[in-house]
């Protein structure tokens, strides 16, 4: 498939296997990009910190934040060094690494890859200094969602360090590349979806195209320089037994310009048990769910073409 998209998205016409159903499709209303979506000065009192974030995560599961500490020459080369691997030719990008996976016959417009070591071919033999600032990057993004994830315990009432092991052992960096497409009415970059993790940290340019669901409306999520858009993950919705709202989001497309964005996602280790935390669970608010291996939830997740809510059914109680 992304192969296919590097070969068309100069074309006049969408390939019919990228045109989506009527009611997935984001159609030709304007989405626009709108200054409500919170925006977090991490350099704020940790008291007014953990409010904010809390509200945020409770209204719209997503915010983004500024004066985070992570130096803008690491982002700003990060995202370099993706512009030049989308850059290559399909045959020297290699096999993709999906997150996201459809049974179904349409294909969304992007094109994705994924990295779990620094040493992962091919992007490690793309540059003379294989992914040196990435993984710096990665470890800023890492120690930032860490920081971010200790003022929700506070809010929430789960006790201090829950997250630093096993919780947040994997970290998938992720690579998306969106084409100009023919037609942004019929397709999508990728389609609505909750990220099934802990949190994600997301990286994107000053071109628009993240979009977030909320109250059945969907308002874009404007780009702001040197800043991380953060999205609170499914699996940190069910620990809190519902405390925090996972972000329902998407990304359109637009037909005349490249975007990237590049995800660090906060993952448990796959044997890792998922659970409510003791801590939020009482005679008045029961846990909405047994414990249950993160592994198993990915299985569903994946088996179910990414619906969240399908995958935890077989874990409700």
Same mark, same amino acid.
């Given at each position: 498939m992304d192969k296919l998209v590097s070969s068309w998205y100069k074309d006049q016409s969408l390939p019919e296997?990228?045109? &989506?159903?009527p009611h997935e499709r984001p159609? #030709?209303? @304007?989405v626009p990009r709108c200054n409500t979506v919170p925006v977090i000065d991490l350099g704020d009192t940790r008291?007014? @910190?953990?409010h904010q974030i809390l509200k945020a995560s409770q209204e719209f599961g997503l915010f983004q934040v500024?004066? +985070?500490g992570v130096p803008p020459n690491i982002m700003s080369e990060t995202m370099s060094v993706f512009h030049k691997f989308f850059e290559l030719p399909a045959r020297r990008q290699g096999e993709p690494h999906r997150t996201h996976k459809r049974s179904k016959e349409m294909q969304a417009c992007n094109q994705h890859f994924g990295l779990r070591s620094r040493k992962d071919p091919p992007v490690a033999r793309c540059f003379k200094t294989p992914l040196e600032v990435v993984a710096a990057c990665s470890i800023e993004a890492k120690k930032l969602g860490l920081q971010i994830l200790e003022l929700l315990c506070e809010g929430v009432g789960i006790e201090h360090g829950y997250f630093e092991h096993e919780l947040t052992e994997d970290l998938l960096l992720g690579a998306n590349h969106y084409p100009p497409c023919p037609d942004p009415s019929l397709t999508i970059g990728i389609p609505k979806h909750f990220d099934p993790d802990i949190l994600t940290i997301l990286l994107q340019e000053h071109i628009s195209g993240l979009q977030v669901l909320k109250d059945g409306e969907w308002i874009g999520v404007k780009p702001i320089p040197n800043a991380f858009v953060v999205n609170i993950g499914y699996i940190l919705q069910v620990i809190s037994n519902n405390k925090l709202k996972g972000a329902e989001h998407r990304v359109v497309t637009n037909s005349s =310009? +490249?975007?990237i964005s590049v995800v660090f996602c906060m993952n448990p280790a796959g044997d890792s048990n998922i659970e409510p935390a003791k801590s939020v669970v009482t005679a008045t608010n029961p846990p909405l769910c047994r414990g249950f291996? &993160? #592994?198993e939830f990915m299985d569903n997740f994946y088996s179910m073409d990414? =619906?969240?809510d399908l995958a935890l059914q077989p874990f409700k109680l």
């Open positions: 296997s990228y045109i &989506f159903p159609g #030709k209303l @304007l008291t007014n @910190l953990v500024v004066n +985070h =310009d +490249h975007r291996q &993160f #592994k990414g =619906d969240a």
